[in-house]
């Protein structure tokens, strides 16, 4: 009995607490930041079309990249996009998951890249590399769900935001640079 109502007078105090003293609500786009939802097949088209308009660095993290064979396959699409973006003097460097279920499919991304000048980086250890980010010219954050497979481009129910904001570019660089 001593300990229900001990808890329920804790609970009473919170909840006096709350009351007198409500949490503002953050805005959802502060000042400045310009952020797009993109649902499903939306995401790789805005990624093509940063890609093809990235004058300085790319970098991005997936935990798959699985290019496959079909003749319309977005993600070598995209490969193809990375590549002639390093040629036209853009720093791109991709980080994928090497672990299975996904290595196989990562690697043979990974060798693509490579051959074309793209730096990959697969990192080692027991931690699994499940992000999903990009981060082009220090201004355009992509983060969500969208792996970089037909299925998440084309078919799958997925969500990612494009977030026009450097100060949050810089703190995922930051992040994405520590992996390793």
Not at 69 to 92: Q, Y
């Amino acid at each position: 009995m001593r300990k229900a109502l001990h808890t329920g007078s804790a609970w009473a105090l919170a909840a006096l607490l709350l009351v007198a003293h409500p949490v503002p609500a953050l805005p959802l786009q502060p000042e400045g930041v310009k952020a797009t939802l993109l649902a499903d097949a939306a995401y790789d088209g805005a990624l093509i079309k940063r890609v093809r308009e990235a004058k300085r660095r790319i970098i991005c993290a997936f935990y798959l990249f699985k290019l496959g064979e079909r003749r319309d396959n977005l993600p070598k699409a995209l490969a193809t996009e990375l590549v002639e973006a390093r040629r036209r003097g853009v720093e791109v460097t991709v980080i994928l998951e090497g672990g299975k279920p996904v290595g196989r499919e990562n690697l043979a991304a990974a060798r693509a890249l490579a051959k074309g000048g793209v730096r990959v980086v697969i990192p080692g250890g027991r931690r699994v590399t499940h992000v999903k980010a990009v981060v082009i010219d220090g201004r355009y954050v992509m983060v969500g769900s969208h792996n970089l497979s037909h299925a998440a481009l084309a078919g799958n129910r997925e969500l990612s935001l494009l977030v026009d904001s450097p100060e949050l570019a810089a703190q995922t660089v930051k992040y994405l640079e520590q992996i390793r």
